[in-house]
């Protein structure tokens, strides 16, 4: 091979690879937008906001997909991505503002055009995702704009990848001491406090019917300490911590 012809095979190679890294599907360009403007539980609303043509050219898709032949895998994960998309639209066309809570029943209004619906942010989370999945990792990965939510993900969710991604935010979820943390007593160390999101308080039902059932689900998403203690638990106590709902914006923290 000669080296002209080397070097138009190692070009060739290296954008092949490069377009097989980049995130394909109606979900791509929410991924490069959310890759963009989140950091860490931080989101970068007066970015989303000078993007905001990218991020409405993306809900019209939404908007026209037809998903009536995706897998529930792909259902799942389309659902999930247009929750956090039109949240933070709603967030973008009322911005600034202290918190979601400023804003006129935020869940109740039809603001979201989806697959040829017009639906609200509450019908797709309790109509849509809680009645059609039986999967709780959801409440970690739906967003509702506040420092006391689960944190929004620098990605966009995906068919083939949602068991491993759903994994991804319930393991953040569990290892973060603003949603969840245990504490053994001095005395006995079967008996411990475990302090938690109001989430469970709203939606337990959809982790298990008692608190030896939520301990069951929190112990494959646990670690160090929190993971000991659940383990070797016998009396548990539950305590909720109270909900941030400021805005998780960027610019004020």
Not at 59 to 80: E, G, N, T
Not at 90 to 104: H, Q
Not at 190 to 204: A, C, P
């Amino acid at each position: 091979m000669n080296k002209t012809l080397m070097i138009i095979v190692m070009i060739l190679m290296t954008v092949s690879f490069l377009a097989a890294a980049q995130p394909t599907g109606i979900h791509s360009s929410w991924d490069m937008l959310l890759k963009k403007h989140v950091f860490n539980w931080k989101v970068n609303y007066k970015g989303f906001i000078a993007d905001k043509a990218k991020l409405v050219a993306y809900l019209q898709k939404l908007d026209k997909a037809d998903i009536s032949a995706y897998s529930q895998k792909k259902k799942l994960a389309f659902w999930i991505n247009a929750y956090n998309a039109y949240t933070v639209k709603l967030i973008v066309d009322n911005y600034p503002l202290k918190s979601i809570r400023d804003l006129s029943s935020p869940w109740k209004k039809k603001i979201c055009n989806v697959a040829g619906e017009t639906v609200s942010l509450d019908h797709i989370e309790n109509e849509i995702l809680r009645k059609e999945f039986s999967e709780p990792r959801i409440h970690f990965a739906i967003v509702c704009a506040a420092v006391g939510c689960p944190d929004l993900q620098p990605f966009a969710y995906r068919g083939d990848q949602i068991e491993a991604q759903l994994g991804t935010t319930a393991r953040k979820f569990f290892t973060s001491p603003k949603h969840f943390k245990v504490i053994g007593d001095e005395e006995d160390g079967r008996y411990i406090f475990i302090h938690i999101s109001e989430i469970f308080k709203w939606f337990g039902d959809d982790f298990g019917a008692n608190k030896k059932a939520w301990v069951r689900f929190f112990i494959p998403y646990s670690e160090g300490e929190n993971l000991g203690l659940l383990e070797n638990a016998e009396t548990i106590r539950i305590k909720y911590l109270k909900y941030n709902w400021s805005l998780n914006d960027k610019a004020t923290r």
